[in-house]
């Protein structure tokens, strides 16, 4: 996509150029722009896209079976010597022929060995193939819906990503900002006689190691960014900047989600299971064709219509019409039935394969909504301990500051008040994002689609 078209789209899409710096361009995005932008853009897709594509021309090829194939053009033969006669003489011949038309080439009394129109058909395998490769087409369509949701799933993840990484820059610099202001304070009560030099170093490595934590902060911001252009498959040069500064609480399931709906849902509408019920059935239909395709005839028809001209040479003669036609009906048993008998027994293996995945698949399936049940009742849980948990540190932190400056309280109360308030709200801040993953892979667990 050029780039004038890519930002036409962003922009339709609510991405907004904020700013640019050292020939980055910085856009901020949200969540469901992100997802709009993965489903047009993600190459990943694309290429289950093309597979789709290949299962729908498989399936118009199976059919495609049925038609015959056509020939027509010109030939001509010369001869001159010896010919021998079927009762073993032999005569001097020097004749020319040439045909044109519906078969080619046609010489003397035989039959055009490249017929105009012929049909060589299994009959078996004309039955039976276009069932299996209708299956296979549902697979592949499944796989591509399975596609979508794992990808949602990714650029969602890559999304929070940005956000936690963006508010934790912000905490970071909060915490910084603090361990600075307790550093001088310390330093100035130990240059006072009022307190310890001892404490004033271990405030000043402290307000080192927030300003080192800021840093690490950035970074994580410039690789969530990078993550989220890189699965958006958008230009080299865009940085991207998500527009909720704080993570924005889901809520897919304002009533407690009940673990035996959950199951019965994803049961009915995962794409996985889906693919693999489609695979079964598309070797079934194979081994239904290995099963009776000893007993279904194969069918060879041909038919043929030139102009023919026969002549000796030297002479001159006109074209005649002439019309061949050709019908064979007949069974066949390969190597006495024994390599028939083979891939029968290869093809019986073959579905209990495809059984033994879909049994798999289903397992598969009730774990996982298991385990994301699991997830979003913690997280939500987790997310108002920890909300409690924010507002009393921070009231901590702040109770301990006046304590310092009215002369009641030691510095280093302070600074353990600061690391835990921190602390609490980097939890707090995974948290949030966690509840709101684990609603969308509840979602993806039950085979919903997901869309904001």
């Given at each position: 996509m050029k780039l004038k078209s890519l930002f036409a789209f962003l922009l339709s899409s609510s991405l907004v150029v904020t700013s640019s710096f050292v020939q980055a361009e910085v856009m901020q995005i949200d969540l469901t722009s992100a997802l709009r932008l993965a489903n047009d853009q993600n190459t990943d897709l694309a290429i289950q896209l093309e597979r789709v594509k290949r299962a729908e021309i498989g399936k118009d090829i199976a059919w495609h079976q049925w038609l015959p194939t056509i020939r027509a053009g010109y030939g001509t033969a010369d001869q001159n010597g010896p010919l021998q006669n079927t009762n073993g003489s032999t005569i001097d011949a020097d004749r020319t022929a040439s045909s044109k038309g519906f078969g080619l080439p046609t010489v003397g009394s035989g039959l055009a060995p490249k017929p105009g129109v012929a049909l060589e058909l299994d009959?078996?395998?004309?039955?039976?193939?276009?069932?299996?490769?209708?299956?296979?087409?549902?697979?592949?369509?499944?796989?591509?819906?399975?596609?979508?949701?794992?990808?949602a799933l990714e650029v969602a993840g890559a999304y929070y990503e940005l956000v936690q990484s963006q508010r934790q820059m912000t905490i970071a610099g909060e915490a910084a900002d603090n361990a600075g202001a307790l550093a001088k304070a310390t330093a100035d009560f130990?240059?006072?006689?009022?307190?310890?030099?001892?404490?004033?170093?271990?405030?000043?490595?402290?307000?080192?190691?927030?300003?080192?934590?800021?840093?690490?902060?950035?970074?994580?911001?410039?690789?969530?960014?990078?993550?989220?252009?890189?699965?958006?498959?958008?230009?080299?040069?865009?940085e991207l900047a998500a527009v909720d500064s704080m993570i924005v609480p889901l809520s897919f399931f304002p009533v407690?989600?009940?673990?035996?709906?959950?199951l019965n849902k994803a049961l009915t509408n995962r794409p996985e299971l889906k693919r693999y019920e489609a695979l079964v059935k598309a070797e079934k239909a194979t081994l239904n064709q290995e099963s009776w395709g000893l007993l279904i005839p194969k069918l060879g028809a041909t038919y043929s219509d030139t102009n023919y001209k026969g002549r000796i040479s030297g002479t001159s003669s006109s074209y005649d019409n002439r019309d061949e036609t050709s019908i064979a009906l007949y069974w066949e048993?390969?190597?006495l039935g024994f390599t028939s008998w083979a891939k029968k027994e290869s093809q019986q293996s073959r579905v209990r394969e495809a059984q033994a995945r879909e049994q798999q698949a289903e397992s598969d399936i009730i774990a996982?909504?298991?385990?994301?049940?699991?997830?979003?009742?913690?997280?939500?849980?987790?997310?108002?301990f920890l909300k409690e948990a924010?507002?009393?540190?921070r009231k901590a932190f702040e109770l301990s500051q006046d304590r310092i400056y009215e002369g009641q309280g030691l510095p280093l109360e302070a600074l353990q008040a600061m690391k835990a308030l921190e602390q609490v709200e980097s939890l707090y801040l995974n948290v949030s994002a966690q509840r709101n993953l684990s609603q969308l892979y509840l979602l993806a667990a039950t085979g919903d689609e997901i869309e904001l």
């Open positions: 009959l078996a395998e004309g039955i039976f193939q276009p069932l299996a490769a209708s299956q296979k087409l549902k697979a592949a369509q499944a796989e591509e819906m399975e596609a979508r949701q794992n990808l130990a240059e006072a006689g009022e307190g310890l030099q001892a404490d004033a170093e271990r405030a000043g490595v402290e307000s080192l190691l927030q300003k080192h934590n800021l840093e690490a902060a950035r970074i994580r911001s410039t690789a969530a960014s990078s993550r989220l252009v890189q699965l958006l498959r958008l230009e080299k040069s865009v407690e989600p009940q673990l035996d709906s959950l048993l390969e190597n996982d909504v298991h385990l994301a049940l699991a997830q979003c009742r913690a997280a939500g849980k987790q997310v108002e924010v507002d009393r540190a």
